[in-house]
């Protein structure tokens, strides 16, 4: 296996016009092709495992889904808390997710298996957030712009 190293995606725009990015570990396949390591937090589209490619500047598309769905979570400033992830974790547990968060607890990433079946996940989120107020969630690989199911695990 080649060795770790991140790529550079697109993740928008700010208000003012200027290329957000974030750094996903990913290892390198060759050219412009990698396989994601990790879910993004910001990007959308994408989760871990899949097969993608990067243009120059850090726009992805997905060659080969990974079997992965990814979801995002936000807590609003006050709200942030270890407890919060880890009230998250359990919630997600036992659909065999991993769910990970910057130090600043900014925003939560969910990666789990798409296995689990779209309804157990929705529920789990759902019930989490419920019970955690000042959050938020949504899908980060299962729609396109126009909010149309991407259909890649049928």
Known sequence: MAAEEHVRLWAGDTAAGKPVFEMVPAES???SRYRLLGTPGLALGCAADDV???T???RLSVEVRGGNVAAVAYLRPEARSPAALDALRRSMAPLDALVEAPADLRFLVVTVPVTALFTAIEQ???TWSDRTPGSSWY???VYDDQ??????WK
């Open 29 to 31: 396949l060759g050219g």
């Open 52 to 54: 993608i490619s990067v």
């Open 56 to 58: 120059a500047d850090g």
């Open 124 to 126: 789990a989120l759902t």
């Open 139 to 141: 899908f980060a690989n």
């Open 147 to 152: 909010d149309q199911p991407l259909d890649w």
